[in-house]
């Protein structure tokens, strides 16, 4: 395995890039402001654009330095023919010992049910797979939003099991619904 840090991929219709400051409006407008796109999250919802960094400590100095890790993985999520800056990926948790990386990821409501995030999902997995090795990634989501499982499932993941009660996420706590992909599944 050899760590590659957040590196810039492409899709057809997407660019997966490094955060810039300048970003800050869009993925907060687009995305981060908006209480649908949060309730599935754990992070504390931001009600104005100063909680992204005086709350939640991204878009700072040491956010954007942790870049320079070699195992920092948080891509925004840019569309090509517009350049909005949409979403986030993150590569959470990797774990060299169990060559192991969890997914996490967040878009905005008006770019939902158009095949954006799973396209996403697909590049970041060939990624992880075949470009840094990882031997597993995995992913989950709260039972009662099934729209990320989803994209999961289309993704080529396969559902490992769920476990119930395990999920804390800003709408409550729910059954916590896990999927997985190998290596040798490609």
Same mark, same amino acid.
Do not use: T
């Given at each position: 395995m050899i760590h590659r840090g957040t590196q810039r991929l492409e899709t057809q219709r997407l660019v997966l890039r490094r955060f810039l400051m +300048?970003?800050? +409006?869009?993925? /907060? /407008? @687009?995305c981060w402001s908006d209480r649908e796109v949060w309730k599935w999250t754990n992070y504390a919802p931001m009600p104005h654009i100063g909680d992204v960094q005086n709350a939640a400590n991204m878009f700072t100095k040491s956010w954007f330095d942790a870049y320079e890790q070699p195992n920092r993985y948080s891509w925004a999520i840019q569309v090509k023919a517009t350049g909005e800056v949409i979403g $986030? !990926?993150?590569g959470m948790h990797p774990d060299d010992r169990i060559s192991q990386v969890e997914l996490a990821y967040e878009m905005g409501r008006n770019w939902w049910n158009q095949g954006y995030m799973t396209e996403a999902t697909k590049r970041i997995l060939d990624f992880f797979l075949r470009d840094v090795g990882f031997n597993r990634? !995995? *992913?989950?989501? *709260? =039972? +009662? @939003?099934?729209? =990320?499982? $989803?994209?999961m499932k289309k993704s080529g993941m396969v559902y490992e099991g769920t476990l119930r009660q395990a999920c804390r996420c800003n709408n409550g706590i729910f059954d916590e619904v896990r999927y997985a992909i190998l290596a040798q599944d490609l």
């Open positions: +300048e970003d800050l +409006e869009q993925i /907060y /407008y @687009n $986030r !990926y993150f990634v !995995y *992913a989950n989501h *709260a =039972s +009662e @939003n099934p729209a =990320s499982g $989803r994209v």
